[in-house]
């Protein structure tokens, strides 16, 4: 007989927990977030392989669970994962996976922990590759890619604008938000913004459209009024030749009226020459 040793139980802990953040301190943060992940969905759309969200927990080990210790970047995205609905972003239910970037919009009452406490957080636990922060009333932006396991400052651009190599996008300021552009410098637009190009772009063509068709009616009325022309010049033409033949006639019938004078004068005995 065997005996079988029993293995104590392993008890995993829950994935399926609610978002447990703050409200956010400001429109202005609301904005912010509503725009980074609008921006996104929208130049993303073809693509099922990643998830953004903005002010939802990040769960990432019992100890922080227990401790309710949460973590909700305002705004962050996973590559090479499932696009769908969450709750929370719970890691030990999505394979391991942490945030590829990570942006924080700064305030009075978070700035301190975004630069210091959460900086570390995102180096030497997530190991995040990007992260991000910006401040919508002072417009502090500034960018750190992870090398070696340390956050080394991300060099802007002539334009200003922070490379995220993990986005494949720059980061920038414009209109006094924090923007996506692409890799030659094209804003990202909203979906409002996107829709106002389209019908603008729809109203330039039907513009074009209608200038070809008002020129090719000025070319048809140009060619009709050319032939008009034409025509009246032939008709007095015509009309120059039908008074240079009424001339001849009348001078013909002047002349055999003359003719029919002269040969009835003789035949009255009469010389038409002294007459």
Same mark, same amino acid.
């Given at each position: 007989?065997?005996?079988?040793? $029993?293995?104590?139980? !392993?008890?995993?802990?829950?994935?399926?927990?609610?978002?447990?953040?703050?409200?956010?301190?400001?429109?202005?943060?609301?904005?912010?977030?509503?725009?980074?992940?609008?921006?996104?969905?929208?130049?993303?759309?073809?693509?099922?392989?990643?998830?953004?969200?903005?002010?939802?927990?990040?769960?990432?080990?019992?100890?922080?669970?227990?401790?309710?210790? +949460?973590?909700?970047?305002?705004?962050? @995205? @996973?590559?090479?994962?499932?696009?769908?609905?969450?709750?929370?972003? !719970? !890691?030990?239910?999505?394979?391991?996976?942490?945030?590829?970037?990570? !942006?924080?919009?700064?305030?009075?009452?978070?700035?301190?922990?975004?630069?210091?406490?959460?900086?570390?957080?995102?180096?030497?636990? +997530?190991?995040?590759?990007?992260?991000?922060?910006?401040?919508?009333?002072?417009? #502090?932006?500034?960018?750190?890619?992870?090398?070696?396991?340390?956050?080394?400052?991300?060099?802007?651009?002539?334009?200003?604008?922070?490379?995220?190599?993990?986005?494949?996008?720059?980061?920038?300021? +414009?209109?006094?938000?924090?923007?996506?552009?692409? @890799?030659?410098?094209?804003?990202?637009?909203?979906?409002? #913004?996107?829709?106002?190009?389209?019908?603008?772009?729809?109203?330039?063509?039907?513009?074009?459209?209608?200038? $070809?068709?008002? #020129?090719?009616?000025?070319?048809?009325?140009?060619?009709?009024?050319?032939?008009?022309?034409?025509?009246?010049?032939?008709? %007095?033409?015509?009309?120059?030749?039908?008074?240079?033949?009424?001339?001849?006639?009348?001078? %013909?019938?002047?002349?055999?009226?003359?003719?029919?004078?002269?040969?009835?004068?003789?035949?009255?005995? $009469?010389?038409?020459?002294? $007459?």
């Amino acid at each position: 007989m065997t005996t079988l040793d $029993i293995l104590p139980e !392993v008890t995993c802990p829950p994935t399926d927990l609610w978002s447990d953040e703050p409200p956010l301190e400001s429109d202005l943060h609301l904005q912010q977030i509503i725009i980074l992940l609008s921006c996104l969905e929208l130049l993303w759309q073809e693509k099922n392989d990643y998830y953004a969200s903005g002010n939802l927990t990040i769960y990432y080990n019992e100890e922080q669970l227990k401790k309710r210790d +949460f973590c909700g970047p305002d705004f962050f @995205v @996973v590559l090479d994962t499932e696009k769908r609905p969450r709750k929370s972003w !719970v !890691v030990w239910g999505e394979q391991g996976k942490y945030p590829n970037v990570i !942006v924080e919009i700064l305030s009075d009452s978070t700035a301190n922990i975004d630069r210091t406490k959460k900086k570390i957080l995102y180096q030497n636990t +997530f190991r995040t590759p990007n992260y991000f922060w910006f401040d919508p009333n002072t417009l #502090e932006f500034q960018g750190f890619r992870l090398i070696e396991g340390q956050y080394q400052a991300i060099s802007a651009n002539e334009q200003g604008y922070l490379w995220s190599e993990e986005l494949g996008l720059y980061l920038g300021i +414009f209109d006094r938000k924090l923007r996506y552009f692409t @890799v030659d410098g094209q804003l990202v637009p909203t979906p409002q #913004e996107a829709e106002l190009q389209q019908r603008q772009a729809k109203e330039q063509i039907l513009l074009e459209k209608e200038q $070809i068709l008002l #020129e090719k009616e000025q070319e048809r009325q140009a060619k009709e009024q050319a032939l008009l022309e034409k025509e009246q010049a032939l008709l %007095e033409k015509e009309q120059e030749q039908q008074a240079k033949e009424q001339a001849l006639l009348e001078k %013909e019938q002047e002349r055999q009226a003359k003719e029919r004078l002269a040969a009835k004068l003789r035949e009255l005995g $009469i010389n038409p020459q002294t $007459i």
